[in-house]
RNA sequence: GGAGGGGUGGGAGAGUGGCUAAAUCCAGCAGACUGUAAAUCUGCCCGCUUCGGCGUACGGUGGUUCGAAUCCACCCCCCUCCA
């Protein structure tokens, strides 16, 4: 899933983020309620309408501003106090108002309020963390149960930082109280690739098999085949379009920085056998020079590039599963990258 | 011809006796980025280096001083105004 915080796919156009593959694009509960304001995008019709989207999206809850503004927030039983990191203005993040916001928004699938801890983090305070979430995990349930609309979805949010009796104690509440599809949060903030992995692999196996699961945040490619390998079936990241806009490609052959004085006189596309246009048609040395001279469109373009290697990698893991080749696939991958992802 | 201003590291531009290998910005080189306070941030950026330092350096030459980019003399060059 591309994310779209603000109501937009940063330096893309949402007809060239569906030409990528995206079915699916992310918004967010803080940024939005800030600006331009959850009961204005209701009388402006909708997120969907407003941003010109129509598919499905996907809202955080404001969970992980929980973490990233921290500096900003205060939080309690209630919910979390934010100042707005735009005017210093103070609003109240609650789990009820959080998903009331979802609703004027009116996303598909709508996330409880969680708070997502970083890494490391004792266990003691991780179980704190950990139950407050799932006090939280019922007030959304609640929210939501009393006002969604037919085809919208709530995801609750396993946390517990890497400890296993946690993350088991987290999973096991969510799904008694029962949800339309499970995230795993609380990953990919500091703890390493196989930390990660080392978590995954002691909570996905006691995952429900017939709902969707999510990692939440996560990641790079190597991060993405390697969750997939242990079960996970969506995720989310801006690796690819904040990276893009700054300069960094992923390739088949892993990740280059076009601002490389090595790239000034390749000729070479990204991926000359790729279907999408940025990829194939601009020289690396075009766009090396575009960022160099600091033109619009090389952000533009890298992120585009990047949406499509992100969108062809999921379909190759879709392809690969379905059709019981996903060993060789990720032995092709290790293969290609030199990333150790097992 | 007369009067005045100025020459600092790739560029712009501070600094007017020691705290100055010399602010800051730009350019250049490299790195980071994982539920987006990010078209952002960090490091390097005279040479050598065992990263502790060492050597050269603020137009040129000479001088004053314990010590000079900073003070003095002469020379070279540039700019502005007047004629």
């Known amino acids: 899933?591309?994310?779209?915080?603000?109501?937009?796919?940063?330096?893309?156009?949402?007809?060239?983020?569906?030409?990528?593959?995206?079915?699916?694009?992310?918004?967010?509960?803080?940024?939005?309620?800030?600006?331009?304001?959850?009961?204005?995008?209701?009388?402006?019709?909708?997120?969907?309408?407003?941003?010109?989207?129509?598919?499905?999206?996907?809202?955080?809850?404001?969970?992980?501003?929980?973490?990233?503004?921290?500096?900003?927030?205060?939080l309690t039983e209630e919910g979390v106090s934010f100042a707005s990191h735009i005017d210093g203005a103070r609003h109240m993040l609650t789990p009820e108002r959080s998903i009331e916001i979802q609703r004027l928004l009116g996303a598909d699938i709508q996330m409880q309020l969680d708070e997502c801890p970083a890494m490391p983090i004792d266990h003691d305070k991780a179980a704190a963390s950990m139950?407050?979430?799932?006090?939280?995990?019922?007030?959304?349930?609640?929210?939501?149960?009393?006002?969604?609309?037919?085809?919208?979805?709530?995801?609750?949010?396993?946390?517990?930082?890497?400890?296993?009796?946690?993350?088991?104690?987290?999973?096991?509440?969510?799904?008694?109280?029962?949800?339309?599809?499970?995230?795993?949060?609380?990953?990919?903030?500091?703890?390493?690739?196989?930390?990660?992995?080392?978590?995954?692999?002691?909570?996905?196996?006691?995952?429900?098999?017939?709902?969707?699961?999510?990692?939440?945040?996560?990641?790079?490619?190597?991060?993405?085949?390697?969750?997939?390998?242990?079960?996970?079936?969506?995720?989310d990241c801006v690796a690819p379009t904040r990276s893009g806009r700054h300069g960094q490609a992923w390739t088949p052959g892993g990740a280059i920085t076009i601002t490389n004085a090595r790239f000034a006189d390749d000729e070479a596309p990204l991926d000359p056998a790729s279907d999408c246009p940025a990829s194939r048609d601009y020289s690396k040395a075009y766009l090396h020079h575009l960022f160099k001279a600091g033109e619009y469109l090389g952000p533009m373009l890298l992120t585009w590039h990047n949406l499509h290697y992100y969108q062809q990698l999921m379909q190759g893991l879709r392809e690969a599963i379905a059709a019981g080749r996903l060993g060789a696939f990720i032995a092709a991958f290790r293969a290609r990258t030199g990333e150790e992802i097992l």
């Open 1 to 74: 899933m591309p994310v779209g915080t603000a109501g937009t796919v940063k330096a893309m156009f949402p007809e060239d983020v569906r030409a990528t593959g995206a079915d699916i694009v992310l918004g967010n509960t803080y940024h939005l309620m800030l600006r331009p304001g959850a009961e204005r995008v209701a009388a402006l019709g909708g997120l969907h309408h407003f941003m010109n989207w129509p598919r499905p999206i996907l809202t955080d809850s404001g969970g992980f501003q929980v973490m990233s503004l921290a500096s900003l927030r205060k």
């Open 131 to 235: 139950r407050l979430s799932l006090r939280w995990a019922e007030r959304s349930k609640r929210a939501f149960g009393e006002k969604s609309k037919p085809g919208q979805a709530l995801f609750g949010i396993v946390q517990g930082a890497n400890y296993e009796d946690l993350r088991r104690e987290s999973l096991d509440a969510l799904m008694k109280t029962g949800f339309d599809g499970l995230s795993i949060g609380g990953l990919a903030v500091g703890e390493g690739r196989q930390e990660m992995f080392r978590v995954l692999d002691f909570t996905t196996p006691h995952m429900e098999k017939g709902k969707p699961r999510y990692l939440m945040g996560v990641g790079k490619p190597a991060d993405i085949v390697g969750a997939v390998a242990r079960g996970i079936d969506m995720f």
